[in-house]
């Protein structure tokens, strides 16, 4: 590949970038599966006629396995592997698993099934919110869209509605497109109008027909369980400051105070 790139086909490509990757000391494997292209000039075609094609991918602490295509890289002048989602690469074959027993070209096998795709549109909603939260004090609170179907979740809105706790900006947000199985989390902020308030509410979160609801408690903060602790905490902390200062001033009189001699 490298004395004489323009007869090199995927595998030597492949071949290349895993022997420099792992000469740097990051790990690399070669995959081979079926790769999609409407460029016929890039099309890889095996010797048997079959739509074969190689490609690697290499190890990222912070993100995993990542693929990439030296091949197509280099006959399309440049194609963004790290940023994007690939969805033209299908893997067959996973080599690397082990270092002694590489897998064979026999021990893999394609099927394919014979019903028909019939897209279908599934959501899901869930919520992380506390379950109660100080009066007058804001809360954070995430409703995370799941796209369960099979094809794109198209931006729509979604709504977060409540009996009397309010939502600090728009209650009413704007999603952005999710690819199928993917997610997207979106932040709200509440918070309730009085410091002494008590009560009972319920969050209810809307998208389209689907609709999500969780109980929320809303106590002032002298109510909770920790707040006499704290009360407690606070007067030994003041009590020990002024026995602590009045020691000091007993122990260390001063010298040319009133009602003290003169040294």
């Excluded at 086909?9 to 970038?17: G, M, R």
């Excluded at 609709?211 to 006499?228: E, G, M």
Aim: glycine share 6%; charged share 15%.
């Amino acid at each position: 590949a490298l004395n004489n790139p323009d007869n090199a086909l995927c595998v030597e490509f492949t071949d290349l970038f895993i022997a420099l990757a792992r000469a740097d000391g990051i790990p690399a494997r070669e995959l081979d599966g079926y790769a999609y292209t409407s460029n016929t000039d890039i099309r890889p075609l095996s010797f048997d006629g079959t739509i074969l094609h190689a490609w690697p991918e290499y190890y990222d602490p912070m993100v995993g396995w990542v693929m990439i295509d030296p091949t197509w890289q280099n006959t399309t002048g440049g194609v963004d592997y790290f940023s994007k989602l690939d969805l033209n690469h299908f893997v067959f074959v996973t080599k690397g698993y082990s270092s002694t027993r590489p897998n064979t070209a026999s021990q893999a096998t394609v099927a394919f099934s014979t019903a028909n795709f019939e897209p279908h549109s599934e959501v899901s909603l869930q919520v992380n919110a506390p379950n109660q939260v100080f009066a007058g004090f804001p809360a954070d609170y995430t409703a995370t869209l799941v796209n369960k179907g099979s094809t794109d979740l198209l931006p729509s809105t979604m709504t977060l509605n409540s009996g009397q706790v309010q939502v600090v900006g728009n209650p009413t947000l704007i999603t952005t497109e999710i690819p199928p199985f993917g997610h997207q989390v979106y932040s709200y902020k509440l918070r309730t109008r009085n410091f002494w308030e008590s009560y009972n509410d319920n969050l209810i979160l809307t998208f389209g027909q689907k609709q999500v609801s969780q109980p929320l408690l809303v106590r002032p903060f002298f109510a909770f369980r920790f707040f006499p602790l704290l009360i407690i905490a606070v007067i030994l902390i003041m009590l020990g400051s002024y026995i602590f200062i009045l020691k000091r001033h007993i122990s260390n009189p001063p010298v040319n105070g009133p009602g003290y001699p003169v040294k």
